[in-house]
């Protein structure tokens, strides 16, 4: 735990206050401004919100260590083993390379044609353009589009993809005021894992290469990159990762295109599909996770302040993207501007090993979306996940346009 400044500082931003959850955009602009490195002192951590702050940080895992949690410093581990997330190299290089092949930008181009069967499955449930009826579509087609493409990638067998669905979906449920997992969440987990175990273990006794995530598992653990152990982290990292944050991205296209925000014309690029340009400016807008932390294994010098080994340090990913010493008008959502520099897929070594594939979910799935031409509106209020870090929608009632009186949250 690190001594705070000398000077108290006026409370600006709190990860876990009500109004953060709301809005945290205007505090950010503050720490930018007046506070790039601000004591947390309810949390006892640091918190870095410029962008050459937070990318030089990300940069320096031997100074900044992922290994006593990424989250604030209450927070309990619950993957397990094998999150890479939360490795230090030389052992997080180790097991990355199990599955980074996999996941190469180059290689996940073939799950296209498999990311698209699933995008129609979830779209034919969609209203038809005379029905009146609302429909969820953060929790049936956002949350549900990345969590059964995983679900596919891992090779879970067709058969078993729903079950494995809805326990992925309850593994991640919070239900909004509780900070830690529900006993149905730790149920599903539980099960999920016993399930996942069994089928590396079928890899790993077959005889025959299976070509999917769990079967490279197989192939890292005979190897001696992981241990049978390991997997339960690895693969729960996987569905945890992939699915609030890309369903952010998603939702919060959807979102703006419902309130009228952005214009579907806007969103798409000369092929008529949705833009990679637009995908890259939404993420700078508005980043999934906001940010995560880190934990100095050594003393460190920022903004003229010393802090000592052991000093948590939050990055905050969504601040640095709003930084105008990096991005010109940084409020305001340019959709043909070149965001690609934003920080929302981190940094340095544990930089997102899912991007290609959020990519690709979000460019398929929002291009089906809009090639069926919604013309909709918001049917009642959104719900946003009730989580400090995550920041988009876990619920989105639309209606079609024509079918129902608009309200706006
Ligand atoms: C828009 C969607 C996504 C966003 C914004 C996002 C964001 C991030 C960020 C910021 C990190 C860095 C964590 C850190 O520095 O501690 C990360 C790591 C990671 N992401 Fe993603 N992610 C997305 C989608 C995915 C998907 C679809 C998957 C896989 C199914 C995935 C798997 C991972 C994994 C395994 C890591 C850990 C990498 C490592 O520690 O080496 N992510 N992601």
């Known amino acids: 735990m690190s001594a705070g400044p000398s000077t108290p500082e006026p409370e600006i931003w709190d ?9 945290p955009y205007p505090a950010y602009a503050r720490l930018r401004e007046e506070y790039p490195l601000y004591y947390l002192r309810a949390h006892h951590a640091w918190a870095l919100s410029r962008y050459a702050d937070v990318r030089d940080a990300l940069r320096d895992w031997e100074s900044y260590s992922s290994a006593q949690g990424v989250e604030l410093g209450e927070y309990v ?8 997330q939360e490795l230090d ?14 996941f190469a930008s180059r290689n996940i181009k073939r799950y296209e044609a498999m990311v698209r069967e699933c995008a129609h499955e979830l779209l034919a449930e969609m209203p038809a353009s005379e029905s009146d009826q609302s429909w969820d579509i953060a929790a049936r087609f956002t949350q549900r589009l990345p969590m059964m493409t995983i679900f596919r990638l891992l090779g879970i067998p067709d058969q078993d993809v729903p079950w494995a669905i809805d326990a992925g979906l309850e593994m991640l449920n919070r239900p909004a005021g509780e900070s830690g997992p529900s006993p149905a969440a730790i149920a599903s987990r539980t099960e999920l894992v016993t399930y996942i175990h069994d089928q590396v273990m079928q890899r790993r006794t077959g005889g025959s290469v299976i070509d999917d995530v769990l079967g490279d598992m197989a192939i890292g653990i005979e190897s001696g990159q992981m241990r049978q152990q390991e997997v339960e982290g690895l693969t729960l990292l996987l569905i945890a990762a992939g699915m609030e944050t890309t369903a952010s991205l998603m939702g919060n296209v959807v979102h703006a295109l419902a309130c009228d925000e952005v214009r579907k014309d806007e969103l798409l690029d000369v092929n008529q ?12 807008f508005d980043a999934p996770g906001q940010w995560l ?6 003393p460190v010098v920022l903004h003229g302040q010393e802090l000592p080994t052991g000093s948590r340090v939050l990055m905050i990913f969504a601040s640095a993207n709003r930084d105008h010493r990096e991005f010109e008008r940084p409020d305001e959502l340019v959709l043909d501007r070149d965001g690609s520099r934003n920080l929302s897929f981190g940094e340095g ?4 090993l899912g991007m290609p594939l959020a990519r690709l979910e979000a460019k398929v799935g929002l291009t089906e979306f809009l090639k069926r031409d919604p013309e909709f509106v918001l049917a009642g209020a959104c719900e946003r996940y009730p989580s400090h870090v995550i920041r988009g929608f876990s619920s989105i009632p639309v209606k079609r346009k024509d079918a129902g009186v608009r309200s706006h949250t």
């Open 15 to 23: 990860p876990v206050s009500a109004q953060s959850h709301e809005d």
């Open 293 to 298: 932390a880190r934990v100095t294994t050594r």
């Open 77 to 84: 581990q619950f993957f397990g083993e094998g999150s890479i």
């Open 349 to 352: 070594v544990h930089f997102c």
């Open 273 to 284: 599909e949705f833009s990679m340009i637009a995908m890259d400016e939404f993420l700078r």
């Open 89 to 102: 190299p030389p052992r997080h290089d180790v097991v990355r390379r199990v599955l980074a092949a996999r």
